[in-house]
C-alpha cells in the first residue's frame, strides 16, 4: 500500500514569502499521476496542480508543481492572504488506486 | 458547468446503513468518473471508491466489504451505501468528478454532507 508522507506538519510564513510544500511516496507513484488540493474551513477540497506540475484552471500562476517518482514538491512563490490554508497531496494509480497525504497547514506568521 | 450536490440523512445509527446521494447539474451523468471521499472532523481525506458509469467500481480496500454505489441516469444521481457503520465512520462526505483526459485528479466537488453515527 502507498503511503503519501507531506512535510512539514504546520508552516508558519508572512504573506509574500515563498512555500515550499514537500510530499513524499513510500513508492513511486504511477506516470507523475500526484496532485495538489486547498482546502479552506468549511469548504470542499480545491484542486491546483494535476499530473505534478499542470495547473488546474484558474490557478493563479504563483503556484507551481514539481517532482517525479517518490519526491513531489508545492510551491507558492509570494503567498497571498488567501493561501493560508491546509494542503493536500493525491496520488492515482497505485493501491489503493487514490491516497492522500495527511496534510500541511500553512498558516499566517 | 457540472456541480454536484450531496443529500441524504446527517445522522445513522450505529451498524446501521449510511447511505448518500450525488445529484449531478450541468451535465449528463454519463461518460465520467464519479468518486466519494470522505474526512472526519479535523483529519485528513479518504478517498471511498470511484465508478464509471457503465457500471465499472474500484474500491478502497480498507472499506471495500461496505461500501456499495449505484447510478441513477434518469435522476443524474450516483449514490454511495456503506453498512455497518460505526463512530469511525462519522464525516463530511464529498462527491467528486473530474474533467481531466485521465481521472487522476478531481477538479469538482460537492460541498460536501456531514454524516454522524450516533444512537
Known amino acids: 500500500e502507498i503511503v503519501l508522507t507531506q512535510s512539514p506538519g504546520t508552516l508558519s510564513l508572512s504573506p509574500g514569502a515563498r512555500a515550499t510544500l514537500s510530499c513524499r511516496a513510500s513508492q513511486s507513484v504511477s506516470s507523475s499521476y500526484l496532485a495538489w488540493y486547498q482546502q479552506k474551513p468549511g469548504q470542499a477540497p480545491r484542486l491546483l496542480i494535476y499530473g505534478a506540475s499542470s495547473r488546474a484552471t484558474g490557478i493563479p500562476d504563483r503556484f507551481s508543481g514539481s517532482g517525479s517518482g517518490t519526491d513531489f514538491t508545492l510551491t507558492i512563490s509570494r503567498l497571498e492572504p488567501e493561501d493560508f490554508a491546509v494542503y493536500y497531496c493525491q496520488q492515482y494509480g497505485n493501491s489503493p488506486l487514490i491516497t492522500f497525504g495527511q496534510g500541511t497547514r500553512l498558516e499566517i506568521k | ?119
Open chain 2, 1 to 119: 458547468q457540472v456541480q454536484l450536490q450531496e443529500s441524504g440523512p446527517g445522522l445513522v445509527k450505529p451498524s446501521e446503513t449510511l447511505s448518500l446521494t450525488c445529484t449531478v447539474s450541468g451535465g449528463s451523468i454519463g461518460g465520467n468518473f464519479w468518486s466519494w471521499m470522505r474526512q472526519p472532523p479535523g483529519k485528513g481525506l479518504e478517498w471511498i471508491g470511484y465508478f464509471y458509469h457503465s457500471g465499472s467500481t474500484n474500491y478502497n480496500p480498507s472499506l471495500k466489504s461496505r461500501v456499495t454505489t449505484s447510478v441513477d441516469t434518469s435522476k443524474n444521481q450516483f449514490s454511495l451505501k456503506l453498512s455497518s457503520v460505526t463512530a469511525a465512520d462519522t464525516a463530511v462526505y464529498y462527491c467528486a468528478t473530474t474533467t481531466l483526459m485521465v481521472p487522476d485528479a478531481f477538479d469538482i466537488w460537492g460541498q460536501g454532507k456531514l454524516v454522524t453515527v450516533s444512537s
